[in-house]
């Protein structure tokens, strides 16, 4: 079984779900060889088919693409019209019981000339208790029948829809299409008359998630193109929200921290973060790493005229990279010179994500310094504490490519529902 991805929440369970927790996917923090733990990447993809995120039908909240799905021109071979994006995790809790909430977004193209029932189908990756895999999988045809609207988006809250049954080890397909997540759990190992089904309970893993099309949708000549977003999963009552962009919503950071120019000195890179819990406004950002590696100037570019800034910070946990903040500084009026290096002031109603300054100077080692400053609803402060052990890292990009950075892996000064402080290694 492959490692798992971030995913939603799914619902069997009658409890409220938490607001989601919205993750934006992009293609910068995609894998297509699906090596990565808690990555989306494109998966299954034939001959025929293909998979990517676009801008033709933008969804979501940044409104800049969605996951676009189809057949290539025609003719094409039958049986390999047949294309998937998936995400895996390796999270004991999330159970088939413990299932709060699972939905999504398609849009089927008016072009398409596959019958006309056919839409983007959704499935989810289970392990039983006796390590039985297979996959349970929603389609629309077999919700309400009939022809699928075409041109517009639909949402569909699944989680009490039907769902089939692909087993694998060995490979067969349980022909039982009025089964919903609850009867699954409750029967046993089902059977169609011909297969027999694993048996499921709720301890059963959903380990990943998949959405695409196909395969035998097409005889060949006939197409098909389609779009998803938005793809939600609940467990516990705890959800989380795909919005699938074809843009990063980040300028200038990467996926995961970059190796950068760095301190020289431990202790000497504090940051602050803190989440007030009743006014957005009165959160609040320092990042202050000083004594750095040296730096000469020309590295900094010329922000009072090309060269764009952002700052970003991540965690790691199990390994995987989250960013968690990202803040931009464009190169223009809010930069101005200074001896050794630059420095950037945006007044309250200026930057919109709550940066209010930056100073950054050249120098030889040890002299090299960095202080960056936000404060506001606009800075999206993530929800604290920090996951205990996890590493933390902050880092200042510009659009030349030079990079500064600190990282946070000691255990920090403060770290709790309001507080993230850490002096820096």
Known sequence: MRNPACIVLLGLLVSAPAP????????????????????????????????ELTSSQPRGDGLTGSIEMGTLPAPITPGQDKADFEVFWDDDSRTLGSLTSLSFEWYRDAASTVPAHLTPVLRLYFENTQGETGLLIWERVYQVGGAAPTASWQSEDILGEFFWMRAFDPGRTIDLYSVDLATWIASGALSDGVDTAWELD???????????????????????????DNVTVGFGGEETTWDFESEPTSLLCPFEPDVCTMGTVPGKARLKLKNHPLEDKRDLEKWAARKLAATDPGELGDPTDATDYELCVWTEVDDVPTLLLHHEAPAGGGWKERRRGFVYKAGKDVNPDGLRRILIKSGEEGKARILVRGKGAGLGMPELPIPEGAPVHAQLHNSDGACWGAAYTGEPRKNDERRFVHPGD
Do not use: H, K, M, Q
């Not at 934006?24 to 894998?31: D, E, L, M, Q, R």
């Not at 990447?41 to 034939?46: L, P, S």
């Not at 301890?203 to 998803?228: C, E, L, Q």
């Open 20 to 51: 989601a927790d919205v993750e934006t996917v992009s293609p910068i923090n995609t894998a297509p060889t699906l090596v990565e733990p808690l990555v989306w990447g494109e998966a299954n993809v034939r001959t025929g088919a293909y998979i």
């Open 202 to 228: 709720a301890d059963t893993r959903i380990v990943g998630i998949n959405v695409g099309f196909g395969s035998g949708w097409s005889d060949g000549t006939t197409t098909f193109r389609g779009f998803v």
